[in-house]
């Protein structure tokens, strides 16, 4: 059975860090990219991150860059997500899901390719709080 | 940056009723990177439609999309009782970034 599964949530002060993990299995983790989405309370959903196969691109939405880290280990089929000064505003659900080429077709001008966030964990919750 | 604005933010309709959903982007997308999610409380989102109108694996036939450029549409034909829900489009951008709309409530008149 395809799987993720996110790990790491808690409470957390304000300026404070946390380290999430999301444990994939049934699948070729090295073989996707792989994303970090939050929820906050009765929000909709934000991408936060997303990373490469082999870990050596990384993306983030502006409102996490140089606080957040993305990483990864595949030999573990485990993804990360490293948060740093921490705010009440980061405080949300979070998933990891898979970033998948979910269809393709071919034409005249060569294969295009559908995306879409395909595989989902159950989220873990954050919250940041005094 | 692409924004997407849905429209209505909630709509209330009966089963059996038609549903209609709304998703505008800032800009002309290619319909290729635009996709479709349901959500139901305490549960993760799951992919419906990707490409603007290919539905997903296990997604039935009474949900359809369509669209270009700049306006795209998510159709329920026959709401179920589990279709009520929040619904949300997506864009994958050209940055290798994901931006989301802020969601459609179904919910049961």
């Known amino acids: 059975e395809v799987q993720l599964v996110e790990s790491g949530g808690g409470l957390v002060q304000p300026g404070g860090s946390l380290r999430l993990s999301c444990a994939a299995s049934g699948f070729t983790f090295s073989s996707y990219w792989m994303s970090w989405v939050r929820q906050a309370p009765g929000k909709g959903l934000e991408w936060v991150a997303n990373?490469?196969?082999?870990?050596?691109?990384?993306y983030y939405v502006d409102s996490v860059k140089g606080r957040f880290t993305i990483s990864r280990d595949n030999a573990k089929n485990s993804l990360y997500l490293q948060m740093n000064s921490l705010r009440a505003e980061d405080t949300a659900v979070y998933y990891c899901?898979?970033?998948?080429?979910?269809?393709?077709?071919?034409?005249?001008?060569?294969?295009?390719?559908?995306?879409?966030?395909?595989?989902w964990g159950q989220g873990t919750t954050v919250t940041v709080s005094s | 940056e692409i924004v997407l604005t849905q429209s209505p933010g909630t709509l209330s309709l009966s089963p059996g009723e038609r549903a209609t959903l709304s998703c505008r982007a800032s800009?002309?997308?290619?319909?290729?990177?635009l996709a479709w999610y349901q959500q139901k409380p305490g549960q993760a989102p799951r992919l419906l439609i990707y490409?603007?109108?290919s539905r997903a694996t296990g997604i039935p036939d009474r949900f359809s999309g369509s669209g270009s450029g700049t306006d795209f549409t998510l159709t329920i034909s026959r709401l179920e009782p589990e279709d009520f829900a929040v619904y949300y489009c997506q864009h994958y951008g050209s940055s290798f970034s994901w931006t989301f709309g802020q969601g459609t409530k179904v919910e049961i008149k």
């Open positions: 490409g603007a109108s």
């Open positions: 899901a898979r970033d998948a080429v979910v269809g393709y077709y071919y034409d005249s001008s060569g294969y295009h390719y559908y995306y879409g966030m395909d595989v």
């Open positions: 800009q002309s997308i290619s319909s290729n990177y």
């Open positions: 990373i490469k196969e082999d870990g050596r691109e990384k």
